[in-house]
């Protein structure tokens, strides 16, 4: 099964619809998003499209598809707009591979949750990237509004033990087996 995972999106539709698309074309079948859904934050700027409702409304009709973390700005306020539940966190078996998730504000490439697992994705940073620290695959998608630190807007794509960081645009910018 092809998971598409991405992250703070920050209420831009055209960055929503944008990733649903490049995922779709993927072949995607499952979504996790990892939280900062709706609102663009303090520290941000309004991203391109801000429309937090049309992104609800969008992220609604594909509720079914959806695994989701609760972001840093993630309010109570959007789980009422929201036909899925928000998680603090999720540990799950993709593909024969345990897979942890979280936003990333508390947790990160530098600070790892103790357990077991093979695979650690997070967020809240705003850059894309694949690596490896303390024996695991560590992966952040990026954002799908906001990408920092020269990054581009991107997202990742889990398949059968592959994971690749791919660009809004379409180019592969890293990839690892897990």
């Given at each position: 099964?092809k998971?598409a995972i991405?992250?703070?999106?920050?209420?831009?539709?055209?960055?929503t619809?944008?990733f649903?698309?490049?995922a779709?074309r993927?072949?995607?079948?499952?979504y996790?998003?990892?939280?900062?859904?709706?609102?663009h934050?303090?520290?941000?700027?309004?991203?391109?499209?801000y429309?937090?409702l049309?992104?609800?409304?969008?992220l609604?009709?594909?509720?079914?598809?959806?695994?989701?973390?609760?972001?840093?700005?993630?309010?109570?306020?959007?789980?009422?707009?929201?036909?899925?539940?928000?998680?603090?966190?999720?540990?799950?078996?993709l593909?024969?591979?345990i897979?942890?998730?979280?936003?990333?504000d508390?947790?990160?490439?530098?600070?790892?949750?103790?357990?077991?697992?093979?695979?650690?994705?997070?967020?809240?940073?705003?850059?894309?990237?694949?690596?490896k620290?303390?024996?695991v695959?560590v992966?952040?998608?990026g954002?799908?509004?906001?990408?920092?630190?020269?990054t581009?807007?991107?997202?990742l794509l889990?398949?059968?033990?592959?994971?690749?960081?791919?660009s809004?645009?379409?180019?592969?910018?890293?990839e690892?087996?897990?």
């Open positions: 099964m998971v991405a992250s703070d999106i920050h209420g831009s539709y055209p960055a619809v944008a649903f698309y490049a779709e993927l072949g995607a079948e499952k996790i998003l990892l939280g900062d859904l709706y609102y934050g303090i520290r941000n700027p309004l991203p391109e499209g429309a937090p049309k992104v609800a409304e969008y609604n009709e594909r509720a079914d598809k959806l695994l989701v973390v609760k972001g840093n700005c993630d309010s109570d306020v959007d789980m009422t707009v929201s036909n899925f539940d928000f998680a603090s966190s999720l540990l799950l078996d593909n024969g591979k897979v942890y998730c979280t936003h990333g508390k947790y990160d490439k530098d600070h790892l949750p103790k357990g077991a697992y093979d695979l650690f994705l997070y967020g809240h940073f705003h850059t894309g990237l694949i690596e620290a303390g024996g695959i992966a952040n998608p954002s799908l509004s906001l990408p920092k630190g020269g581009e807007r991107s997202f889990l398949d059968d033990g592959k994971l690749t960081l791919h809004l645009q379409g180019d592969v910018l890293a690892s087996e897990i």
